[in-house]
């Protein structure tokens, strides 16, 4: 794509058409300009570039200099000042918009109904429980079984990212996320970001935030060990959400610090 063209494309992304941007193009290129220079240089067909013309005209885009004895001459307005108006218009449109949207989205919310989804894979389960962590706004705590599941779908990463503005993050597992040296690693590293406990006979998954949105799953296996996958529930039922919590900060406080742990 040439250095024009790209000027072009943009351009449309700021709301102009395909014939406005070329002819905006042209014409800030030539400086002043007659109707059948722009279209040669622009590539509009010359029975719509006048129209165009009194498009942009009217937006202020392109100023005119009329003549009854010569040809019209046409010259852009500055760029810098094209760029500033349409920057002022975007800005002032997005705030309005975010106000507005803001204050339906908040007289919607009083007619939402909790609801409680079905997840099924390891896929699904921790993709949910990335978008959760990143809603989150103060406070996550996490039951997991297995902490080198954190680690493989990046879990760990996004914790990481996300403590800039959270007040709380906790982690617990069971023995059995203890028992082999690359989970135990995997800790250390989540130690930097993240206080871990280690609950005594712990199997589960869990992920409540803010004590407003819990998820809850397991390692589902058939009789004989079978390995069936992750499953799990999620509900944004809040008092379901503020129960869990509360058995959760139980269990947090009678927990052993990973530090105590460790091998």
Known sequence: ??????VIEQLKKLGFNEYQAKIYTALVGLGVATA???????????NKVYSVIDTLKKRGLVLAQESDTSTN???????????????????????????????????????????????RGSQAVFSKIKEMIMDANEAILIG???????????????????????????IITGEDGIDNPGEVNILNEMMEYTKIRVSDNFHAIWVIIDSREILQG???????????????????????????QRFSDSLWEGAKPFKATKK
């Open 73 to 119: 001459r046409y010259r852009p307005r500055s760029p810098d000042n094209v760029i500033k108006d349409i920057r002022n218009e975007y800005n002032s449109a997005l705030k309005t918009t975010e106000e507005k949207l803001f204050a339906l989205y908040e007289r919607s919310k009083k007619a939402f109904i909790p609801e409680m989804w079905i997840l």
């Open 36 to 46: 059948s220079e722009i279209s040669q240089a622009s590539g509009v067909p010359p």
């Open 1 to 6: 794509m040439s250095f024009t063209e790209d």
């Open 144 to 170: 997991i079984d297995s902490p080198f599941d954190l680690h493989l779908h990046g879990i760990d990463q996004v914790l990481k990212d996300a403590k800039g503005h959270l007040k709380s993050i906790k």
């Open 218 to 244: 397991t390692y589902a296996q058939l009789e004989g060990g079978i390995e069936l996958g992750v499953m799990a529930t999620w509900s944004d039922n809040q008092s379901f959400s503020e129960l869990w």
